[in-house]
Structure formats: C-alpha cells, structure tokens
C-alpha cells in the first residue's frame, strides 16, 4: 500500500526559529495538502497545493508560512519564526484525482519551547 | 462554506454492540463525505468515502456510512464493537474543487468497555 512518508517524527525547537517540515506524497499524486491538528483540537487545513503552485489557503496559513515541492518529489512546509502556538502534529496529505480520496502521512509532531 | 458537526465528542458502547457516531454536514454543492480514524500518537487512516455513488458505503475493519440527503448526515455505523475499535474518529467534507480542502468535524472518541 502505497504511503505518504513525513520525517521527522517529532521536532523541537526554540521560539523564533526557523524549522522545515518534510514529505514525500505518493509519487502519482497531484494535490497536496498540509494539515494540523493543535492537542486535543481538531484537524485544521493549512494549503492546498497544486500543478506547482498553491491552490488555496487557510487563515491560518500567514506570511510565516510556505510551502514548496523543491524537486518533483518532496513537499515541505517552511515556518519561518515558530511561535509558542505553532505548538502541533502536522499531517501532509495527498490525493491523485478529484474524486479520490486523501492519504495522510503519520505526521510530525513540532513542539516549540 | 462547508462545515461538519459530530454529535457527541465521546461515545461508550460495549464489546458486540451496536456502534453509531453521527455526523452532520453543511455544504453549498454536492460534497464528498469522508470518515477517519485516528488511533493514539498515529496519523489519519481513511476508513471510507463517499464521492456521489452509492449511499450506502462499507469501509475497512467493519464499518460502514449512508449518505442521506434529505437529512444532511453521513452517519458511521458498525454493527458489533471490537476492543480495537477504540479511537478517535473524524467526519470530513469537501466539495471537490479543484484544488478543494477538506473540512473536520470536532471528532467523536470511541470508547469500548469490556
């Protein structure tokens, strides 16, 4: 079964720092996504993204952050300077066509101190 | 816009019995309708879809969902509980779009007592 991979697991890192998180969708995919999930909330879109660029975008989803597919195979989300609230589990998804469902990644838990 | 709600942000049943969580959605066009399961520390594996076929959709593990238009719900439904269905589960729209997201509900902790 084909999957979506993220890594790493679980970061930490230091308020106002710079972190990148990865995923490799399944490689017949078209769109991709990033999601969080803050503890004990519920899951919320971040960006839609799609034919290389993004297609939509949440509220959440400010200047701090971007999203890119640097080489036809990875997807990354940027935040540029994390804040104590970027505190979550982000889940990158991906889907082949319209009518397909969406494949998560296990996610990356990012823990801001 | 599109919403989702799930009525009731904890179920309990017991081992063999009926499982029912419920969810309903708003949505300005035809939606999609999905439900998810997460189990503790791991992501979200797709339990079911449906995408404008079939009302009556089955899923992995035993579960299964109808699509009812008239009362805007897609209700989860298994007819007898197994320990390992304890988790967390969400209800999700979209609408298909092209480049659509898809929109959760709060979700429903399931609970299976012994």
């Known amino acids: 079964e084909p999957e979506v991979t993220q890594t790493p697991s679980h970061q930490v890192t230091q308020m106002g720092q710079e972190v990148i998180l990865r995923c490799v969708p399944i490689s017949n995919h078209l769109y991709f996504y990033w999601y969080r999930q803050i503890l004990g909330q519920k899951v919320e879109f971040l960006v839609s993204?799609?034919?290389?660029?993004?297609?939509?975008k949440s509220e959440i989803f400010d200047d701090q952050f971007s999203v890119e597919r640097p080489d036809g195979s990875n997807f990354t989300l940027k935040i540029r300077s994390t804040k104590l609230e970027d505190s979550a589990m982000y889940f990158c998804?991906?889907?082949?066509?319209?009518?397909?469902?969406?494949?998560f990644g296990s996610g990356t838990r990012l823990t801001v101190v | 816009a599109q919403s989702v709600t799930q009525l009731g942000s904890h179920v309990s049943v017991s081992e063999g019995a009926l499982v029912l969580l419920r969810c309903n959605y708003s949505s300005s066009v035809p939606p999609y309708l999905f439900w998810y399961v997460q189990y503790p520390n791991q992501g979200l594996q797709l339990l079911l879809k449906?995408?404008?076929?079939?009302?009556l959709v089955k899923g992995i593990n035993g579960f299964e969902a109808e699509f009812k238009k008239s009362e805007t719900s897609f209700h989860l439904t298994k007819p007898s509980a197994h320990m390992s269905d304890a988790a967390e589960y969400f209800c999700?729209?979209?609408?298909?779009?092209?480049?659509?997201?898809?929109?959760f509900g709060e979700g429903t902790q399931l609970t299976v007592n012994p």
């Open positions: 993204f799609y034919n290389n660029e993004i297609s939509e």
């Open positions: 998804a991906s889907r082949q066509g319209r009518s397909s469902g969406y494949t």
């Open positions: 999700a729209v979209s609408d298909l779009t092209s480049g659509s997201r898809l929109t």
């Open positions: 449906y995408t404008s076929a079939a009302t």
